[in-house]
Each structure stands twice: as structure tokens, then as C-alpha cells.
């Protein structure tokens, strides 16, 4: 098989399994719950971890988790950036089904940022609250899958996103360890 029906094949499992989660007839507490989901991505809640819990405080552990926090999205944001603008590819609400329960910020869909964003902070909170790595994680799962059940991402994008996350928050570990 040449790599351009691989890549065929692997579009059109995308779509399928798309269309397996995203139900246009979701019920309201599904819809809702997602809704909820999805807001915790939208970056907000990372400054409020990264402030709060870090240069507001005097422990060093936690001015360390968010310089940890901060270098993370420097290296993961001109990455999520380009890649979005590179891949182009078209978000499911703009050509595979008739819209989504929510607007998209941006007009592409593949990598999730918000699935980065969530796997890179849960990364990151992981490596300095171990004892709620679980927590962290299933957060994370719900932020990426919450984008597949609104509409705006296929699955490949959340878990292309929840990889980069994921390496930027390692990373960024890496190096604050270095210093």
C-alpha cells in the first residue's frame, strides 16, 4: 500500500470514528458536561495554576512547577502554531457534519490545542502532585475527548495534541531539571 492510500485509510477511520462519538442528538447532560470540559482547556485555568500556585507563593517547589508550567507552553505554542497552519486540514463541523455545539477559535482543527495544552499541564502537575497523576490525566482525557463530542476536532487531532502535550511538558521538565 503507497503512503498516499494509507494516508486515505487512515482519514477515513478518522471520519468513522468521528462519527461514532459526535451524536448530533447528544443528550443535554453530555453536551453539557463536555461543554464543561472543554472551558477548563481554554487556557485560563493554567494562568490561575501557574500565578496562584506558583509566583504567589513562597515555596520554591511550586515557583519551580510554574516556571516549569510557563516553559512548557513557549515551546509547545509556536509548535501547536505552525502545525495547525501546515496541516490545514478541515475541522468535522466545517465539512463532515452540519455544525457543532460550539464556534471553534481557530479555523483549523488538526492539532487539538486544547488537548496539548491539558496533556502538557497534566504532565507537568503530574511530575510536582504525583500522588494525583490519575486525576491529572483523566482531567486531561476529558478536556481532549470533549473536543471530539462538541464537534471540533476529529480524534487524530486530540491525540496528535495530547502527544505534543505531553513531549513539550517532558521537556520543559527536562530542562528546569538542568538548571
Known sequence: MNENNMLKKVAQLDQSLFLMVFNGNAPTWVKNSALGFSKTGNGGLYVLIAVGFGWLSNEPELQLMAMTLLLGFLIERPIYFVAKNSFARIRPCDGLIKGAYIVPSDKFSLPSGHS??????????????????????????????????LGVHFPVDVVLGALMGSSCGLLAILIVATL
Open 116 to 149: 496539548a495544552g491539558a496533556f502538557l499541564v497534566a504532565v507537568v502537575l503530574a511530575q510536582y502532585f504525583p500522588e494525583f497523576v490519575s486525576l491529572w490525566f483523566l482531567w486531561a482525557a476529558c478536556v481532549a475527548a470533549s473536543r471530539v463530542l
